[in-house]
């Protein structure tokens, strides 16, 4: 009996894994919530530190002007000189503190933001890593890098400055706001009716705003994966002599970042000076009726510089709340973007049988059980049935695009079947462990990959028996396994450094080779594996693979016709459909009229 955990559905024929481009849906509260609070875990006594050093701030902010009003009313009218001694040594000594408080306030958030940023990041990252290879299939990479890199540095800067500030602003404003009813209750209310002026307006900027915002992220990520493609294929533009098609794309793409970004400028800065104008508007016309209120002996001198002092106050952090608000909008459209990728959750989870590996002498190490399978809607393998016996030379022939590297690719469960079962070692292939599974699967990919580092370290990856040996130690066992006559071309053997591109073909694959044989694969598959190799060095990779255990079942995907000669079995893959050969001459049929009904 097959057991499901974390994810019980299987993948549907519609691919889940593409991201949107268009996200009109941000994600919900309490799902933001359970991603962000862990972010902060460890910060606790930091979060306190900052919220007193706020809480600071906000009262010097609050009880400045009121003291100034006391003492133009006091001892200044009164002509108390000691009196405002006191009161102005009071005052330096309050915008001391609140200045130390202000510089701790931005060390200590400075460290906390970093460390959020950090852990968002690995968050990320750690989510993408966890996805199949059809997901990185759909997207392109540089939307991706996006993602990680600039929508991440977004959300960042507004949970550690833009909370922090419309808290402690949010704050002040009530303080102030309670300042100036207390002080007279009908200046007052000309300040917050043309606070509710300026309040409407933004919010009828805020949608405009935040449709650009949206834009001008997505037009970022467009710009990257342009960038991406071009550079990684510069060489086919070069060949093509296509830079002028090339920079036309670019060129179109970098034009709607550049007018996403203006709107956005414009519109995020036309919101300021806005603020300003009626904040100096309020003081004309607060500075006129408290004058006719003085004269009339319903309020002091004193009273009215408190006053205005407050107004000018109570402004700039609306106007500052403003352009925060902007800011929140990217956030959130940036936060939609990041939170997606941590949602997607992995088909390839199932329940794992921990017991390890059995290689129990089964018959069949890997079965196909009417096994379909399509990258997206398209069906491209048609239900394929056969198995593989243990110690047998299968070779996979059919013509180009025919689905040979697909099949392969579902035998090492680089994907898994939409329909059908495959089963390595008697058992679902999903149920085995990852570790277990690439112990057991051996793969060379037609397209081979080499991480940049040396040769050494190379054939090291992903080997725990090789992971601690030091270079020399490496040669032995390379010599050990007739492997090592295969790197004596390359100048310093092991310790070669490969640079990304300063290596051929025919020369990764060979690393390959000696990385997948030194793991003694019990099944190793080669996708055309040799296709790029020398016809000397191929037979003597050839004879290694043939002193490899009898046990080994080798699968060889080929258009060499001699490569296959020696097989066991030949499969024919044609359009998806598997047709085992009767044997060699039948095969050649087969591939000679090509639709496996010969
Ligand atoms: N990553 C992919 N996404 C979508 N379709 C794909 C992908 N890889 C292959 N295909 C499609 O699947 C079909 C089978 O491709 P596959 O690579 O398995 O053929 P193949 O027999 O290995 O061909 P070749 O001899 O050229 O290596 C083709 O029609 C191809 O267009
Ligand atoms: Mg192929």
């Not at 691919?15 to 919900?28: F, G």
């Not at 959020?116 to 997207?139: E, G, H, Y």
């Not at 342009?226 to 060489?235: A, R, T």
């Amino acid at each position: 009996m097959l057991k499901y955990g974390k994810v019980n559905k299987p993948p549907s024929m519609k691919n889940p894994y593409k991201l949107s481009q268009n996200h009109n849906q941000p994600p919900s509260f309490e799902e933001s919530l359970a991603t962000i609070l862990p972010l902060f875990v460890g910060e606790t006594r930091n979060l306190i530190i900052i919220i007193i050093t706020v809480l600071i701030n906000i009262g010097t902010g609050v009880i400045t002007p009121y003291i100034i009003t006391r003492a133009i009313d006091g001892p200044i009218a009164n002509k108390d000189i000691q009196t405002l001694a006191i009161m102005s040594l009071g005052l330096v000594i309050l915008y001391i503190i609140s200045a130390i408080a202000a510089y701790g306030q931005a060390r200590i958030m400075g460290y906390v933001s970093q460390r959020v940023l950090f852990r968002l990041r690995a968050k990320v990252f750690s989510s993408l890593q966890s996805l199949p290879i059809d997901f990185f299939n759909r997207n392109k990479a540089g939307d991706l890098i996006s993602r990680i890199n600039n929508d991440t540095n977004k959300i960042n800067q507004f949970l550690s400055e833009g909370v922090l500030r419309f808290t402690s602003l949010f704050f002040s404003l009530i303080g102030i706001a309670a300042m100036m009813l207390y002080l007279n209750w009908q200046l007052a209310s000309i300040v917050f009716i043309l606070t509710a002026i300026i309040l409407i307006i933004t919010r009828i900027a805020t949608p405009f705003i935040e449709g650009v915002n949206k834009v001008g992220l997505e037009n970022q990520g467009a710009l990257s994966s342009e960038v991406q493609e071009g550079l990684l294929n510069f060489n086919a533009i070069v060949a093509f002599q296509i830079q002028d098609y090339y920079q036309n794309n670019f060129n179109k793409i970098s034009q709607a970042v550049y007018s996403s970004k203006i709107q956005t400028n414009i519109l995020n800065d036309s919101i300021a000076p806005l603020y300003t104008f009626v904040a100096n508007l309020s003081q004309i016309i607060l500075l006129a009726i408290g004058v006719s209120f003085i004269l009339s002996g319903s309020i002091t001198i004193g009273l009215l510089i408190g006053f205005l002092a407050y107004a000018q106050k109570f402004f700039e952090p609306l106007r500052i709340l403003g352009s925060i608000v902007g800011s929140l909008q990217g956030a959130l459209a940036a936060w939609t973007r990041v939170q997606e990728i941590i949602s997607l959750e992995s088909n390839l989870i199932l329940e794992e049988d921990k017991s390890g590996l059995k290689k129990r002498k089964t018959k069949h190490i890997l079965e196909f059980e009417n096994v379909s399978f399509g990258y997206d809607e398209k069906q491209i393998l048609k239900n394929m049935n056969f198995n593989l016996e243990q110690g047998k030379t299968y070779a996979l022939v059919g013509p180009t695009g025919g689905g040979k590297s697909t099949t392969a690719s579902l035998m090492a469960r680089l994907y898994d079947p939409q329909k059908g079962l495959v089963k390595l070692y008697n058992k679902d292939i999903r149920t085995h462990t990852a570790e277990d599974r690439t112990k057991a699967i051996g793969f060379i990919l037609q397209e081979p990959f080499l991480f940049s580092g040396t040769i050494g370290d190379n054939i090291r990856y992903g080997n725990p028996d090789l992971a601690n040996k030091s270079n020399a130690e490496l040669i032995e066992i390379l010599k050990d396994n007739n492997l090592l006559d295969l790197i004596s071309d390359f100048e310093y053997g092991v310790a070669t450094n490969i640079e990304n591109n300063a290596i051929s073909i025919g020369q990764k694959q060979i690393i390959s080779f000696i990385r997948v044989l030194l793991r003694r694969p019990q099944l190793l598959i080669l996708d055309e594996a040799t296709a790029n190799i020398d016809t000397v060095t191929e037979q003597n990779l050839q004879d290694i693979i043939n002193q490899l255990p009898d046990t080994t079942t080798k699968v060889i995907i080929a258009h060499r016709l001699n490569t296959i000669k020696k097989a066991d079995q030949i499969f024919f893959i044609n359009q998806g459909i598997l047709t085992p050969a009767e044997d060699f001459q039948h095969a050649l049929n087969l591939i000679k009229t090509k639709d496996g009904e010969s």
